[in-house]
């Protein structure tokens, strides 16, 4: 016997729901999945549009990475923490993790013979692992539908919970915007900061001379070909009375000029003026280290296994890291103690 209700089916194509909107509930309006839907992506759009825009990506606690020997090869672990990706979501990893290597080279041969072909006879393969953002549907509950169906279509989850994803990949994800910030803070660093005499120079002339050691910005974005460190920065003078002057103006090029350009806009609607450049891409997935896997062909064929013969390396300087506010503060008040 039909209940007289049935499971809509989304139609192709549909658009996702739009993070800027929010839902206008009026009395007697009649709600559906799409307006539970459209409301869900607005928060939650929010909450990633905060993290991302105020506070920025990159590890907030734990995920330390670490290196053992067993009997089936190198052995990489990471252990339980919490992230920020590049697009805002917060990664939680409940448990520590581990990957063997050797597994890993032996179900991506094809992969790693293309990639070690550019690489110097040798040989060595640049991993790098990333943590991802992913939620999986769980709780099934019964739903309403048509009769004589299949007894997988009787149930569909009523949860999605949050997960991650721990990977490894053969390229770089992007974080461009992470590369920016220490490019520029390496830029910034060549300004000399001196009770010498004068001349200085005045607060427009300081603006105009960081504009002047601009680049053009190449496509794809580089942000090592944008910054141009060297002249004239390292033969401005700033007086220490005047520096944080100097730094506000600096801070404003940077958060209304260059960030721009490298910071993929959240959410996925801009919050741009239409006609507006593209912005760039972003990785979902957030970088934690460079692996140097030393490899070895044992053929014929496709048979690259680790090279017990070196060693792994672990190269974790790339890695954004977020500071929490409470060390921030903590940090900057030290700073005045012991006549630092």
């Not at 260059?258 to 003026?273: E, K, L, N």
Request: aromatic residues 8%.
């Amino acid at each position: 016997m039909s209940t007289g209700f049935a499971q809509m089916a989304s139609p192709a194509g549909t658009v996702p729901p739009d993070p800027s909107k929010r839902v206008n509930y009026t009395l007697g309006m009649l709600l559906g999945v799409a307006d539970f839907n459209q409301e869900f992506a607005y928060l939650s759009g929010r909450d990633k549009w905060m993290a991302r825009d105020l506070d920025g990506y990159g590890t907030l606690c734990g995920l330390r990475i670490s290196l053992d020997s067993t009997a089936q090869g190198p052995r990489l672990s990471v252990t339980a923490g919490t992230a920020v990706s590049p697009q805002g979501q917060l990664i939680c990893l409940r448990s520590a993790q581990c990957a063997y290597l050797a597994d890993w080279l032996a179900a991506n041969q094809s992969a790693i013979t293309s990639d070690v072909m550019l690489s110097p006879p040798g040989s060595w393969i640049n991993l790098w692992l990333v943590i991802c953002y992913r939620c999986c549907p769980v709780d099934p509950v019964p739903i309403a539908g048509e009769p004589c169906r299949s007894a997988s279509s009787l149930m569909a989850p009523s949860r999605l919970v949050d997960d991650f994803r721990l990977e490894f990949r053969l390229t770089r994800p992007v974080q461009q915007e992470e590369d920016a910030v220490r490019d520029f803070v390496t830029w910034l660093d060549q300004i000399q900061i001196t009770n010498a005499p004068g001349p200085f120079p005045t607060i427009n002339e300081f603006v105009s001379d960081l504009r002047a050691a601009l680049m053009p910005a190449t496509s794809p974005l580089d942000p090592g070909a944008y910054f141009h460190t060297g002249s004239p920065l390292n033969v401005i003078h700033v007086h220490p009375a005047d520096i944080g002057d100097y730094l506000r103006a600096a801070f404003r090029v940077w958060v209304t000029e260059i960030r721009p350009v490298f910071h993929a806009a959240f959410p996925s609607q801009p919050c741009s003026c239409p006609g507006s450049a593209a912005p760039p891409p972003t990785d979902e997935c957030l970088l934690l280290a460079e692996i140097e896997v030393p490899v070895v062909n044992i053929g014929p064929g496709q048979n690259w296994v680790v090279d017990d013969t070196s060693s792994v390396v672990i190269d974790e300087s790339r890695r954004p890291i977020l500071l929490h506010s409470r060390m921030l503060q903590e940090w900057m008040q030290s700073g005045l103690r012991g006549g630092k």
